[in-house]
Each structure stands twice: as structure tokens, then as C-alpha cells.
């Protein structure tokens, strides 16, 4: 372990790793997030963005989205709305139903989100965020976040005051990807703008995010900025092992070996199966047709084989593609990947962690 690594903590909540499952909206799904849990290292994962009004008016998506299972906690819930007292309610209404931590949006930048005033658009009025997370923070009774741009432009680079604000009324902790909400993923993350929010922030935990593409990304971004974490998205659709191999570089200076084919066999399954019991045959189907492209490269199929695995269309389809596969993937005996060996953090890294 790496000398000087002391757990994350946000509020009174304690987190096994110092990385984060980001929402993912469409994507970051309780099957998904299952999955990804099961591979390892994730200390902390989120809903997708969850409407305030929708969830006090008991929206059937909004119910579905907060539904929590056992072995997906701690889970924080992510929610959106530019209403204190909406989101205040909102906020009792997820603690009641099990969220170890609420997340207010103040990233999306989404058109239906933004005209709500909601999300991104908070990045233009950050008084009024600051009114939300005192409304929410003095409700739920659990640690409150904000998951931020660093402004709406590049113009109006705001996260280092906002951030400062929040600690003020109780804010556990910020997560602040490194772009501006014009940007939505273009460009370069931005760290020296992070670096400056951690230096405002005091002794508020901030969560580094933005195109932490690998275990060397993560720590390039702690020794640059400062942060006390660093919170994962878009890497994991396509490799879910990836906050696994992360955690392990970053307390021992080590990636652990590639997952075999029949692990990624095994994944793909379990995928699979979650989806089927939380959404029934007939949406697991139609929802995995798209999911399963993130591993057909993983599964090594050749392509023209690729149609049918976005074609299949109910359980006992998806049962006679998966078969050869695990056939094939037992008998594969290859050697663990020769990039996974040890490496070394950067230069200050370990006295950061």
C-alpha cells in the first residue's frame, strides 16, 4: 500500500476505495453498476440523473432509477432540479429509500435540463446553487455532493469559488470534470483548474473527473491537482475492470493481470442476467442488443459474427451465441497480457494519496 494512503471520507460516510462509479445517464444503470462492483475497486457509485419532482411524484423511471439493491451499496442518489425545496424533499425521499449519499447535478448540459434551470445552468447562477445545497444539506441527514463543470465557458470559470461556497453550508465533497459545459466531451480535461478548486475547497474532499482513460491517467491527475479521488465513467462501459486495476496501482504501485476470456465470457453472462431480473426478458433484450457491443472486442469475435449478437432476440438466443464462446474461452490458455507488470506511481503521488 502506498505510504500515506488514508481513506476517502464525505461526511460521516467511510468509502472502501478513494474511486468513483460516475452516473452515466443510459448507461450507469443498476445492472451496469453490478457489474462493475463485481470487478472491484469501486469505493463509491451513483445513480443516472434522477429528476427531484419526478421522484416526489413517484414516476415510475424516477422509481426504477433509485431502486437499490443489496449488493449495489453504498450508492449515492444524483439528483436534478432547481427548486430548493423540491430538491430538499426530493433528498428525504432517497434517504428514506436507502441512498447513502445524495448528489446534486450541476453539470449536465443537457438541453432538457439546462432550460429547467437545472443541471449546467446552476454554473450561471451559483448563488442559487449555493441556496440548493444549504436546502439539501439541511434535509437529507447524509452526505451531499455536487458534481460540477469548471464553468459554463471558458469565459466564466467558476468551480473554485462555487466550490468554496459549498464547503460552507455543509457540502461533503465536490466531483468537478475538468471541462466547461459548452465543451460537453470535446477538448482537453483541464487539471490546473481542479488544482485550484482543491485549494479553495479547505478540508472538503474534492473528486477529480474527466478522461481518466487508464490506472496512469488516475494518477497523473492526484499529483497534479491535489485530489482526494477520482471519480470514473466512460472507461468502464467498455472495460469494467478498470477501477479495479486502478485502486490497485494506486496503494501498491501494481496492475493486476488482464482478465482472462473466460472472465469476460463470465461478465457478459452476469451482464446479462442482472438485466433480466431487474427488467424482464423482453427490455433486457433490447437494451443488451446495444450494451453488448462495448465487448464485442473483449469476446474477440470476428466481425461479421457481430451482427447476430446485436440481432438476438430473447434469452434462449443470447444462450445458444454465448455457448461456443465459453467452450472456446476454457480451453483458451493464453498468458496474462505482458503490459500488466509492475509499474511505478509518479513522483508524489504516494505522499497525496
Given at each position: 500500500?502506498?505510504e500515506?494512503?488514508?481513506?476517502?471520507?464525505?461526511?460521516?460516510?467511510?468509502?472502501?476505495?478513494?474511486?468513483?462509479?460516475?452516473?452515466m445517464?443510459r448507461?450507469?444503470?443498476?445492472?451496469?453498476?453490478?457489474?462493475?462492483?463485481?470487478?472491484?475497486?469501486?469505493?463509491?457509485?451513483?445513480?443516472?440523473?434522477?429528476?427531484?419532482?419526478?421522484?416526489?411524484?413517484?414516476?415510475p423511471?424516477?422509481?426504477?432509477?433509485?431502486?437499490?439493491?443489496?449488493?449495489?451499496?453504498?450508492?449515492?442518489?444524483?439528483?436534478?432540479?432547481?427548486?430548493?425545496?423540491?430538491?430538499?424533499?426530493?433528498?428525504?425521499?432517497?434517504?428514506?429509500?436507502?441512498?447513502a449519499?445524495?448528489?446534486?447535478?450541476?453539470?449536465?448540459a443537457?438541453?432538457?435540463?439546462?432550460r429547467?434551470?437545472?443541471?449546467?445552468?446552476l454554473?450561471?447562477?451559483?448563488?442559487?446553487?449555493?441556496?440548493?445545497?444549504?436546502?439539501?444539506?439541511?434535509?437529507?441527514?447524509?452526505?451531499?455532493?455536487?458534481?460540477?463543470?469548471?464553468?459554463?465557458?471558458?469565459?466564466?470559470?467558476?468551480?473554485?469559488?462555487?466550490?468554496?461556497?459549498?464547503?460552507?453550508?455543509?457540502?461533503?465533497?465536490?466531483?468537478?470534470?475538468?471541462?466547461?459545459?459548452?465543451?460537453?466531451f470535446?477538448g482537453?480535461?483541464?487539471?490546473?483548474?481542479?488544482?485550484?478548486?482543491?485549494?479553495?475547497?479547505?478540508?472538503?474532499?474534492?473528486?477529480?473527473?474527466?478522461?481518466?482513460?487508464?490506472?496512469?491517467?488516475?494518477?497523473?491527475?492526484?499529483?497534479?491537482?491535489?485530489?482526494?479521488?477520482?471519480?470514473?465513467?466512460?472507461a468502464?462501459?467498455?472495460?469494467?475492470?478498470?477501477?479495479?486495476?486502478?485502486?490497485?496501482?494506486?496503494?501498491?504501485?501494481?496492475?493486476?493481470?488482464?482478465?482472462?476470456?473466460?472472465?469476460?465470457?463470465?461478465?457478459?453472462?452476469?451482464?446479462?442476467?442482472?438485466?433480466?431480473?431487474?427488467?424482464?426478458?423482453?427490455?433486457?433484450?433490447?437494451?443488451?442488443?446495444?450494451?453488448?457491443s462495448?465487448?464485442?472486442?473483449?469476446?474477440?469475435?470476428?466481425?461479421?459474427?457481430?451482427?447476430?449478437f446485436?440481432?438476438?432476440?430473447?434469452?434462449?438466443?443470447?444462450?445458444?451465441?454465448?455457448?461456443?464462446?465459453e467452450?472456446?474461452?476454457?480451453?483458451?490458455?493464453?498468458?496474462?497480457?505482458?503490459?500488466?507488470?509492475?509499474?511505478?506511481?509518479?513522483?508524489?503521488?504516494?505522499?497525496?494519496?
Amino acid at each position: 500500500m502506498a505510504e500515506g494512503f488514508e481513506v476517502l471520507a464525505l461526511g460521516r460516510l467511510n468509502l472502501a476505495t478513494r474511486l468513483l462509479l460516475a452516473p452515466m445517464a443510459r448507461v450507469g444503470d443498476a445492472p451496469f453498476r453490478l457489474i462493475v462492483r463485481q470487478c472491484g475497486g469501486v469505493g463509491l457509485a451513483s445513480t443516472e440523473l434522477i429528476s427531484a419532482r419526478g421522484l416526489l411524484e413517484a414516476s415510475p423511471a424516477s422509481l426504477d432509477l433509485v431502486a437499490i439493491e443489496a449488493e449495489d451499496r453504498p450508492l449515492c442518489v444524483q439528483l436534478f432540479g432547481q427548486e430548493p425545496g423540491e430538491l430538499a424533499d426530493a433528498a428525504r425521499r432517497a434517504a428514506d429509500l436507502g441512498a447513502a449519499a445524495i448528489d446534486i447535478n450541476m453539470g449536465c448540459a443537457v438541453p432538457k435540463v439546462v432550460r429547467r434551470g437545472a443541471g449546467a445552468a446552476l454554473l450561471r447562477r451559483p448563488n442559487h446553487a449555493v441556496r440548493l445545497m444549504a436546502a439539501v444539506v439541511k434535509a437529507a441527514g447524509l452526505p451531499v455532493t455536487a458534481k460540477m463543470r469548471l464553468g459554463w465557458d471558458r469565459r466564466h470559470i467558476v468551480a473554485a469559488d462555487l466550490a468554496a461556497d459549498l464547503a460552507s453550508v455543509g457540502a461533503a465533497g465536490v466531483i468537478v470534470h475538468g471541462r466547461t459545459a459548452d465543451q460537453k466531451f470535446t477538448g482537453e480535461v483541464l487539471l490546473d483548474p481542479i488544482a485550484r478548486v482543491v485549494d479553495r475547497a479547505g478540508s472538503m474532499p474534492v473528486i477529480g473527473n474527466g478522461d481518466v482513460r487508464s490506472p496512469q491517467d488516475a494518477a497523473r491527475m492526484i499529483a497534479r491537482t491535489g485530489v482526494a479521488g477520482v471519480m470514473i465513467g466512460r472507461a468502464a462501459r467498455r472495460y469494467p475492470w478498470i477501477l479495479r486495476d486502478t485502486h490497485a496501482y494506486l496503494t501498491t504501485g501494481r496492475i493486476p493481470s488482464s482478465p482472462t476470456r473466460c472472465q469476460w465470457v463470465a461478465l457478459v453472462r452476469a451482464h446479462f442476467a442482472h438485466l433480466c431480473r431487474l427488467r424482464g426478458e423482453r427490455l433486457a433484450c433490447a437494451v443488451f442488443r446495444q450494451r453488448i457491443s462495448y465487448y464485442l472486442g473483449a469476446l474477440r469475435l470476428p466481425r461479421n459474427e457481430h451482427a447476430r449478437f446485436r440481432a438476438f432476440a430473447d434469452a434462449d438466443a443470447f444462450d445458444r451465441l454465448m455457448r461456443p464462446l465459453e467452450n472456446e474461452a476454457a480451453q483458451d490458455t493464453l498468458a496474462p497480457n505482458p503490459d500488466t507488470v509492475t509499474t511505478h506511481l509518479p513522483s508524489g503521488t504516494a505522499r497525496m494519496l
